[in-house]
């Protein structure tokens, strides 16, 4: 039994110590190796500190788990106010005894050097803090400062390995944080020493735009996801996005969404598209997309569900005025609370924030449809694959949440129609194409179903025409070989009419011609008639006539014959 | 196991200085160790020596055993062991290490100009 015992321990492998922080306990599995040190390092301004505290205030009050705080840079006043904007309490905590802070400062000016010395000093503080709390965390905010306080640089590397050797004999789980150097992780080489578990923050500029990423380079004894994760610092705190560890395994629904539009349900089989998948509205300026997506959005509302409208290009206001001239009353949902408007212009910040921003809001508003208009504009913060990618992100994750999502995308002027700008056309499960047609001096809109995939859908183009009912769809006119719209179609509607009238009237026409001939010949039939049955009558007469006159021959005969008494 | 002595000798000095009131400089000077180490020892040692030949009757030496009391390494920023500090006169210096420098611990007593 204990054998069995000690055997499922080794099994067990390592230990984690879960950070709470959203989603770095999901890139790595649980969290830190226990009772080990963690290297966090990333150039300034990257997040470490924040990491380090989050992984300490997160351990108290979630796991329970008391921590200590050793800043080289910060005292415990500034570390204090600066993650107060986060809504950690540091202050509560220390008084509640769960939480240590020790500012270690050394200035190089005051100090001078003669022979051989330890960083005894630096152990006895960690130590007495440790103990006198219990604590199962320590952060070492950036240690390098020491570097440059002590001058003896073989000294101070012989403290620290002893240092991170130490802090594991006390079983205490540590994060050391480290600048990031020019050909190390870190400026002085710290990887060296603290080899369990090294993550690495990256705070970049694309297209003058900031980003934030994670990545965990090494962890000993352990599986992690090894590639560049989006990160966040929100009100919350740090918030690490596993998206790109999704997988094509959401589950699909047979439900249907209406669009918003009778006609185009028509269009859809009858029903619309299926609840939780992708669809993108594409098409040139002005065709109408927006109130498309509008459409949707407000027929989600009306059932009592929940809408998120990211827009990159329209304020909330301009929507919800634009929107109300075709019909759709928007801001009547947006104060019952059923949809939230975000609306940012792309470079607000970078393609990962923004992936990021639209997840917590997704997590926090439970919306069950999402609209975004456009996404084109995003491609002004990165290139067509980093949007690509962004938007594969996007659309697994809403997908695995079973949203749907409507995505309008600009074709601009000289490109192909059938090709989305940013590329994301094999992504979307249904797409809705419109287009301005320009004929005889006037522009008109016309809407056609290229894919949808999983259901049977329409072959058809209909004109589009938006109205301050709302928007509409009719057929197109497609007599006589050509396919017309707008006031074309009208006059050629108008046309097929006249058209249509002059030859009933035609008809009719000739139609009374042949009955006033039908009745001619029955008249005629009458006189025939007539005629005959006179002649039949003075035929009959005359035989009549006939029969008489042969009995008054014979009875004259018999008179005779009497007379002559003939024998 | 000179180093036992130490509290009591510290104690002396203390009551010397007292009773030279009169003297313009006071030496305040505290010395930082863990534990009796030979490092300790030997700084001590050397500190001694040092103080007795410049700054003789001015000066006390106060002793702080962080192992005995870990709670005062904050106050003076103690992270090398040992420690010398120059509480008084005015500005504080640390001098870190053995002591065994003679001449670098008079220039970080600002007994000798910087060369």
Known sequence: ?567 | MTFLGFEKRTKEWKFKMKTEKSSKKQWELRLYVAGQTDRAVTAFANLKKICEEHLAGKYSIEIIDLLKNPKLARGDQIVAIPTLVRKLPEPVRKIIGDLSNTQRVLVGLDLRERT
């Open chain 1, 1 to 567: 039994m204990a054998l069995q015992k000690r055997k499922d321990h080794i099994l067990s492998g390592l230990k984690k110590c879960p950070t709470g922080i959203k989603g770095l306990d999901e890139i790595t599995e649980g969290g830190l190796p226990r009772g080990r040190p963690t290297l966090i390092c990333g150039s300034a301004g990257c997040g470490k500190t924040l990491l380090a505290m989050e992984f300490v205030t997160r351990g108290i009050t979630e796991f329970n788990e008391p921590g200590v705080f050793m800043a080289f840079e910060e005292n415990a006043e500034e570390l204090a106010v600066n993650v107060a904007s986060l809504g950690m309490d540091v202050k509560e905590l220390i008084r509640q005894k769960k939480l240590a802070i020790d500012y270690v400062h050394i200035e190089r000016s005051e100090i001078e050097e003669t022979g051989e010395y330890d960083l005894e000093g630096l152990f006895v503080r960690l130590g007495n803090m440790i103990d006198s709390i219990g604590a199962k965390r320590v952060v070492l905010d950036t240690i390098e400062a020491l570097f440059a306080g002590l001058p003896n640089e073989a000294i101070l590397r012989a403290e620290l390995r002893r240092l991170f050797r130490w802090l594991k004999t006390k079983g205490v789980t540590a994060i050391i944080t480290g600048e990031q150097g020019d050909k190390h992780l870190t400026r002085h080489g710290l990887e060296e020493y603290v080899s369990d578990c090294v993550i690495f923050l990256d705070h970049r500029l694309i297209n003058q735009v900031a980003t934030r990423r994670l990545r965990v380079i090494k962890y000993r004894g352990s599986k992690h996801g090894t590639n560049e994760y989006p990160a966040l610092i929100d009100e919350t705190g740090l918030l690490v996005l596993p998206i790109s560890s999704l997988g094509l395994t959401y589950p699909v629904s047979a439900a249907r969404v209406s669009t918003g539009i009778p006609r185009l349900d028509t269009m859809f089989g009858g029903k619309g598209y299926f609840r939780g998948t992708s669809v993108l509205v594409s098409g040139t300026a002005g065709s109408g997309k927006t109130s498309v997506v509008a459409a949707f959005a407000d027929s989600i509302c009306r059932k009592g569900e929940k809408c998120l409208y990211l827009s990159f290009e329209e304020s909330p206001d301009q929507i919800i005025r634009n929107m109300g001239s075709i019909g759709f009353d928007l801001g009547k949902w947006v104060k019952k609370g059923l949809m939230k408007f975000r609306s940012v212009r792309p470079t607000m910040f970078g393609l990962e924030t923004h992936l990021v921003s639209i997840h917590k809001l997704v997590e926090d508003f439970h919306p069950t449809g999402v609209v975004v208009d456009p996404v084109t504009n995003l491609s002004s913060i990165g290139d067509t694959d980093e949007v690509k990618v962004m938007m594969m992100r996007i659309v697994d994750f809403l997908k695995n949440k079973q949203v749907t999502s409507v995505f309008t995308s600009l074709t601009s002027g000289g490109s192909a129609f059938d090709q989305s700008e940013v590329g994301i056309s094999s992504l979307m499960d249904t797409w809705i194409l419109l287009r301005n047609i320009e004929t005889d001096g006037e522009r008109n809109r016309l809407l056609y179903i290229l894919k949808s995939r999983g259901m049977a859908h329409s072959n058809q183009v209909r004109e589009f025409i938006l109205s301050d009912k709302g928007i509409a769809l009719r057929d197109v006119y497609i007599g006589s070989g050509t396919v017309l719209t707008g006031s074309a179609r009208m006059t050629q509607e108008a046309k097929d009419r006249s058209q249509e009238l002059s030859g009933n009237q035609a008809a009719e026409h000739r139609q009374l011609e042949l009955r006033q001939q039908h009745l001619a010949i029955d008249a005629q039939i009458a006189v025939l008639k007539a005629q005959s049955e006179g002649i039949h009558k003075e035929m009959k007469q005359l035989s009549a006539n006939g029969h008489q006159k042969n009995k008054m021959i014979h009875q004259q005969k018999d008179d005779i014959s009497r007379i002559r008494k003939a024998d």
